[in-house]
């Protein structure tokens, strides 16, 4: 059974950071593309970086190129997301999915972000 758990969201002011952690469980992690999904208050889930599963090929979608890394440790079935230079409108609920698009696959139950001063 697949589990996928988010954590280490928060309430963080404009320009500050955070990482994001998926712990998965039930599935042969090391194999599997992972994407990291956000869905902003109100509106649809929107795709934000995905990662191979050797970790060696990462990409990341808009607006969040240059300010979010997307890892991973394969030894700890870990997935994550350290998010720099946070802005309001980063402001969602940040889930991680199996695969390698926000479609069709596993996913977590979700670690609420707040960029807020």
């Known amino acids: 059974q697949v589990q996928l758990v988010e954590s280490g969201g928060g309430l963080v002011q404009p320009g500050g950071s955070l990482r994001l952690s998926c712990a998965a469980s039930g599935f042969a992690f090391s194999t599997y593309f992972m994407t990291w999904v956000r869905q902003p208050p109100g509106k649809g889930p929107r795709q934000v970086a995905t990662i191979n599963p050797d970790g060696t090929s990462t990409q990341y979608v808009g607006p969040v190129k240059g300010r979010f890394t997307i890892s991973r440790d394969n030894a700890k079935n870990v997935l994550y997301l350290q998010m720099n230079s946070l802005k309001p409108d980063d402001t969602a609920l940040y889930y991680c999915?199996?695969?390698?698009?926000?479609?069709?696959?596993?996913r977590g139950q979700g670690t609420q972000v707040t960029v807020s001063s």
């Open positions: 999915v199996t695969g390698p698009t926000m479609v069709g696959g596993d």
